[in-house]
């Protein structure tokens, strides 16, 4: 099939390589034309493990561009995956997908195309994209034009860092719309991944118990719900544990074995229950927002969901209060942050609690020093006027410090060595905001370890 994806971000991007590597013909628009140049010359604007070789491999099968002229008129699906960024009042900006939606009508032609809102978008946006098009279509051909396009939904729920893995194998593929038809060429569309006969790429095998993917095929409205209450619901689980983790503090229990003797319940789950720092990251902050606000549309209050988020932004504070318990005073101390990207393998700040957590201490007159293996390219790039020193190696992130927080785990801060950099230290305080580190050796190596939960 030919497939127009709107926008490149992480989203649109993993889409429309996963898409060109199963057969499809993709072409990708962007309307940065700086990025769109960059990707023509091979250069991948994120880092995402897998997607390069993959791009490389679909090479035949995949375009870049940025114009809509080029790219909607003989595509069979268009997939719009454009940015929502949050706004205050917790609903999205839909600024750019309502110019995504005017400029698909400006160029549709006489064919069926079905178009996919593949952002998260508020529940009813796929109406609202489909008079959008309607409109546009009209103002063009001077007249009403029926039958032409049909709009469906088709979260997302890739990871960052593992995004390509979760394209390709992913647990479940959900589709809605109101018509048939479109629901029929999505199928057509996701059929190799569904029954995954689609060769795996050698450096990322098909997991061995990967059987059928199971379609959920439904309306518009349920499909948009699915996309939050999913992301909901995994935010509420990280934060549940955070919770129960305030109490083992007080009662001497240790958090991770408490989320390792309630995850092996298979209704449950062993999966998000990490204690530690809480989420960040561009969807669980802004979704979980979007879903309070959308209720409250509606008359209804979600105090679970609102109580998830309030959770997550205690555990920022959290690690300050147990930082300040140990230092006392932060004026003038020098305080390193291992870790500035919200999760490992990524480079994404966007609501990373390294940020957060910097930001405070600098208000409250300390040093910082920050460490992350990927992300301080960026971090120059977005946050170049955060006061930080940004250190190449722990040696230079250690030397004189006066405490140490682990901010994001990182396999290879778990291999430090921790004997020689406690030495470096002025004094060798640590805390565990993720809770990967061994407590015991690290006391071995007289460190004062503390933990984000004990
Ligand atoms: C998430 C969803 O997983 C994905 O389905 C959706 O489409 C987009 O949002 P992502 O934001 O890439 O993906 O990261 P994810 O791996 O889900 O982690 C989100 C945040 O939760 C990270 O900050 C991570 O550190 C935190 N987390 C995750 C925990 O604190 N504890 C856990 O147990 C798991």
Same mark, same amino acid.
């Given at each position: 099939m030919n497939v127009a994806i709107i926008g490149t971000g992480y989203v649109g991007l993993t889409t429309g390589v996963c898409l060109a590597y199963i057969g499809h013909s993709v072409t990708c628009l962007d309307t940065d034309a700086d990025k769109v140049a960059a990707l023509k010359a091979g250069k991948i604007p994120i880092y995402e493990p897998h997607l390069e070789n993959l791009i490389s491999e679909a090479s035949e099968r995949i375009r870049f561009t940025t114009s809509y002229a080029d790219a909607i008129p003989n595509a069979h699906v268009v997939f719009i995956a454009v940015g929502t960024p949050p706004t205050p009042s917790g609903n999205p900006?839909?600024?750019y997908l309502s110019q995504a939606a005017t400029c698909i009508g400006k160029y549709l032609n006489d064919d069926f195309t079905v178009v996919v809102n593949k952002s998260t978008v508020p529940i009813g946006s796929g109406n609202w994209v489909g008079s959008i098009i309607r409109d546009s279509l009209e103002a063009r051909h001077g007249k009403k034009v029926n039958g032409l396009f049909a709009v469906a939904s088709n979260p997302e729920f890739l990871r960052e860092g593992a995004a390509i893995g979760d394209s390709l194998y992913p647990d479940r593929i959900v589709i809605g719309s109101d018509e048939t038809r479109a629901l029929e060429v999505l199928y057509t569309l996701y059929r190799p991944i569904l029954d995954?006969?689609?060769?795996?790429p050698t450096y990322l095998p098909r997991p061995e118990d990967k059987g059928a993917v199971p379609l959920v095929s439904t309306d518009l409205a349920s499909a948009e719900l699915i996309k939050y209450a999913a992301n909901a619901f995994l935010a509420l689980k990280i934060s549940f544990i955070n919770e129960i983790g305030q109490v083992a503090e007080r009662v001497g229990a240790e958090i991770t074995e408490v989320?390792?003797?309630? =995850?092996? /319940?298979?209704?449950?789950?062993s999966r998000f229950l990490n204690a530690?720092?809480?989420?960040?990251?561009?969807?669980? =902050?802004? /979704?979980?927002?979007?879903?309070?606000?959308t209720g409250r549309e509606y008359g209804l209050t979600m105090p679970i969901v609102e109580a998830a988020r309030m959770v997550n932004q205690r555990q920022r504070e959290r690690i300050l209060e147990k930082l300040l318990q140990e230092v006392k005073i932060l004026k003038g101390k020098t305080i390193s942050l291992l870790g500035l990207a919200f999760k490992p393998n990524t480079d994404d700040l966007r609501d990373a609690p390294a940020i957060d957590i910097a930001r405070h201490l600098i208000e409250r007159g300390a040093r910082v020093r920050c460490h992350d293996p990927i992300a301080m390219d960026r971090f120059k790039r977005e946050y170049g006027s955060l006061e930080v020193q940004l250190c190449d190696n722990a040696d230079q992130l250690f030397e004189d410090c006066d405490a140490a927080i682990l901010v994001?785990?990182?396999t290879e801060y778990r291999e430090l060595d921790w004997s020689k950099l406690g030495r470096l230290m002025r004094t060798p305080i640590l805390l565990d905001g993720r809770l990967v580190l061994d407590r015991g050796e690290l006391s071995k190596q007289g460190f004062r370890y503390v933990g984000i939960s004990g």
């Open positions: 900006n839909l600024e995954q006969t689609f060769q795996a989320a390792r003797g309630i =995850g092996l /319940d298979s209704r449950i789950g530690g720092l809480g989420w960040g990251g561009s969807c669980f =902050g802004k /979704d979980t927002a979007a879903l309070v606000a994001t785990e990182w």
